[in-house]
């Protein structure tokens, strides 16, 4: 071994590791997002939005 | 040449030889693998990790090696926030939003049982973040409050909780004192002469070039850019470890 002592890896690292990627999958969102990313009732749908087939002007006799 | 050898000889080269060694450099790839319960090498960067502590062998990482491991999980974790989002809030998200996420989980999910970490590219992820954008409400946009939600504090916290539970040392190279455990001198020079003879990236070159320029005796990488090009340089009485798998 150098002079200096080094840390060196300590057993059972492993499992605080697993809590801690556990945690980051059980974050919520908060009201700010969810109001943010909502859907908006009065919007209309993709469906909605589609403009319809203009009329095509009828021959007149005049 | 520098050895290679498989995880399954770890015991070997690290209790067998006539000198106890100084230390061992671990690289991102396994760094990752160590931290990310979902890695396929996940179990075999453990089982090093426990050989290395049975050992009392000091683990070695540097700056270049914490803004790739920070990279990698940032590349990760966007993904699992959008999904953890749609999993939560699925009937109360604007529907555009829940196709495009519902494709994003689909790819998850393909990937995770395959075996793979599921990694978003840089370009996947400016194109998450300009689709919550479109959304805003009192001047802040959805991107911007979903990072707060899903990433603020986390990354922080996933290399912290590693450096910590496994007592990594970290190799500074920036004080004026040479460090003990650096042999000859890290430049530049030597960096890109390794991008040149190998064609390796410039980041690995770096984490390479620290290596042969170190007393470290063992390399700990999942990477097989970084084992071939080690394997080919002159590197007397240094080994390689690679995951059994990725051992030929």
């Known amino acids: ?62 | 040449m520098c050895e290679v050898k498989g995880l399954s000889y770890l015991d070997q080269v690290v209790s067998k030889r006539s000198e106890t060694p100084q230390g061992c450099l671990v690289d991102t790839s396994l760094l990752f693998a160590l931290s990310y319960p979902l890695d396929v090498f996940n179990e075999d960067a453990e089982a090093a990790f426990r050989i290395l502590s049975e050992n009392s062998i000091p683990v070695f990482t540097n700056v270049n090696i914490r803004t790739e491991f920070i990279e990698l999980h940032r590349r990760v974790a966007i993904p699992e926030g959008l999904i953890d989002l749609l999993d939560d809030q699925e009937g109360g998200l604007d529907g555009h939003l829940v196709q495009k996420l519902k494709s994003l989980r689909t790819r998850y999910r393909k990937a995770n049982g395959e075996g793979k970490t599921f990694k978003l590219s840089d370009r996947e992820i400016k194109s998450h973040r300009d689709m919550l954008t479109e959304f805003e409400g009192n001047g802040i946009d959805g991107w911007e409050v979903f990072c707060k939600d899903y990433l603020t504090g986390a990354i922080q916290k996933e290399w912290d909780t590693t450096e910590r539970e496994w007592n990594l040392n970290f190799l500074s190279l920036r004080s004026t004192e040479k460090h003990p455990l650096i042999s000859d001198e890290v430049t530049w020079e030597g960096m890109v002469e390794l991008v040149e003879k190998f064609g390796i990236g410039a980041m690995d070159a770096m984490i390479l070039n620290l290596f042969r320029c170190s007393r470290l005796e063992v390399l700990l990488t999942a990477d097989s850019d970084l084992a071939y090009a080690a394997e080919k340089l002159k590197l007397n009485g240094k080994v390689v470890i690679v995951p059994d798998a990725l051992c030929s």
């Open chain 1, 1 to 62: 071994m150098s002079e200096k002592q080094y840390k060196t890896p300590r057993p059972g690292g492993a499992a605080r590791i697993k809590e801690v990627w556990s945690e980051r999958r059980s974050r919520k969102p908060s009201k700010t997002l969810l109001d943010i990313l909502k859907r908006k009732p009065d919007e209309p749908t993709r469906d909605d939005k589609k403009v319809a087939k203009p009329v095509e002007p009828r021959d007149v006799e005049l």
